[in-house]
């Protein structure tokens, strides 16, 4: 379902939605920034780009059109006795920085200790896409990866591991390209229990 207004995600105090712009004025801001980087937007080979942008911005932000909790709402309770860690490892990241709009790309690692229920382990995958598909710190997406299973599945602990490169700090500012930022957050049993959070890093690679 389209998105009629955008609610910023941390300034509370607003009363009202930011009014979502036409496809027509957000391709205007893509030429008014072709201008001010020194180019004429109205040159053979950028005539189409504004289109192509909001093009893109439509599918690197759709993030924002999606509900991860309709993903974790299916649940499955015949698990066998299963009583061990669900994980999955190398899970694609491709999201933008919230400070200058920049991608940052790396591995998500995710996993969660079942209550009574377990979940399809794509909707996990789709949980991460939903939230890195929106203008994030990495911080805050690895917290919302673990809040959304934590709320919906209840299980006994949950688990989330990131490892990313930031464009905004490799292609700008210090130029360093050969680092990662790695956050986590863990709940539960995840938390209490140093040789389960373990056995988590050793099998995400990072213990």
Excluded at 158 to 168: S, W
């Amino acid at each position: 379902m389209a998105m009629d207004a955008i609610t910023p995600k941390k300034d509370m105090s607003r009363a009202d939605p930011v009014k979502r712009p036409s496809v027509e004025e957000a391709e205007e801001a893509v030429r008014t920034l072709i201008a001010w980087a020194g180019d004429d937007p109205r040159r053979e080979g950028l005539l189409d780009t504004p289109k192509r942008v909001v093009n893109a911005y439509k599918e690197w932000f759709s993030g924002y059109e999606e509900d991860p909790v309709k993903y974790l709402s299916r649940t499955f309770e015949d698990v066998q006795g299963y009583d061990d860690i669900v994980m999955l490892r190398n899970i694609e990241v491709e999201s933008h920085c919230e400070h200058h709009m920049a991608p940052f790309l790396g591995k998500a690692y995710v996993a969660y200790m079942p209550s009574e229920a377990v979940v399809g382990i794509s909707k996990l995958a789709r949980v991460v896409e939903i939230f890195s598909k929106r203008l994030q710190t990495q911080e805050t997406m690895t917290a919302q990866i673990c809040d959304a299973i934590t709320e919906s599945l209840a299980p006994m602990g949950t688990a989330v591991l990131i490892d990313a490169v930031h464009e905004c700090m490799s292609t700008r500012g210090v130029h360093h390209k050969d680092v990662s930022t790695i956050t986590t957050q863990f709940t539960g049993v995840f938390k209490s229990d140093a040789d389960l959070r373990n056995r988590f890093l050793r099998m995400a690679g990072h213990g």
